[in-house]
């Protein structure tokens, strides 16, 4: 697999290098969602942990670019762009549709015979788990409804007009791929996972994120903070003290 320096930094944001880390911890946003969501958990783990948050089309400086319609096509394409990092062991943290988006990433590490060194899934159920969900075909009104109620936009970006018609295409695009992605057929992975997920969140029961444990055969565990859908903004310390206590070992 053959990467370009121009596509890994197209895709791969690195916000604080830390080129002595001895493990690097790639970061999945949210539907919606872009980079800089992780910055703080960059600042935070720096110059431990090398921090690395994908840049979806789409959004912000790549706003411009066409959007991509499946999960499994967009692990394709950052799986592609982070050819050159596999020097270090990588472990990988999703929110929600990221969290998707890290188990699908880390099947395709696995089959190339470098296992993640941890998938953290947070505020998302097991892939293998189904509801009937049809987010991406509302109106306008009801797609910022759906955003207000899970209280991960900032409600002065939702009132202005200009930014909505930016955004909206984007958040839309990624809801359809979420809503519409099914498990594929294959095994468990071998690396250990991390469920996190609030008490609260509409878009995953507790229950339901006990099934990430079909998802391994090996270690896994369960964090459950008060909280809706977005609690590691509330619980930012507690997650990064999970973060850094998995880890530990391979950071030195």
């Known amino acids: 697999m053959t990467t370009t ?6 895709w791969i944001r690195r916000f604080h290098p830390a080129p002595d880390a001895k ?7 949210h539907a919606g969602g872009s980079a800089s969501f992780y910055f703080p958990v960059s600042a935070a783990l720096s110059p431990g942990i090398e921090v690395l948050a994908a840049q979806y089309p789409g ?7 066409p959007s991509i319609g499946t999960v499994a096509e967009l692990a394709d394409r ?8 596999d020097d270090k062991p990588l472990a990988l943290f999703g929110h929600s549709m990221g969290a998707i988006l890290g188990f699908e990433l880390a099947r395709r590490m696995e089959a190339d015979g470098r296992p993640a060194a941890v998938l953290f899934a947070s505020g ?10 049809s987010v991406h075909q509302r109106d306008d009104d009801g797609l910022v409804n759906e955003l207000k109620s899970l209280s991960g936009t900032n409600t ?5 007009e200009e930014i909505l018609r930016m955004i909206l295409p984007a958040i839309r695009n990624d809801y359809r791929a979420i809503e519409t992605y099914e498990r594929p057929a294959g095994g468990p ?12 969140d509409p878009k995953s029961t507790v229950e ?16 459950v903070f008060p909280g809706g859908h977005f609690y590691l903004a509330t619980h930012q310390r507690a997650v990064l003290g999970e973060i850094t206590d998995r880890l530990g070992a391979l950071a030195g």
Not at 23 to 29: A, G, Q, S
Not at 60 to 65: I, T
Not at 189 to 200: H, Q
């Open 5 to 10: 320096t121009a596509e890994h930094d197209l």
């Open 156 to 160: 002065a970006l939702l009132g202005d």
């Open 189 to 200: 992975l071998s690396s250990p996972v991390v469920a996190l997920i609030g008490d609260d």
């Open 208 to 223: 339901e994120a006990k099934a990430w444990a079909d998802e391994t055969t090996g270690e896994f565990s369960l964090r």
């Open 23 to 29: 493990v690097r911890l790639l970061c999945l946003p």
């Open 59 to 65: 959004r912000q400086d790549r706003r411009s670019e």
């Open 78 to 85: 950052v799986y592609r762009a982070l050819g050159p990092l």
């Open 124 to 133: 998302r159920r097991g892939p293998g788990t189904r509801r009937a969900e």
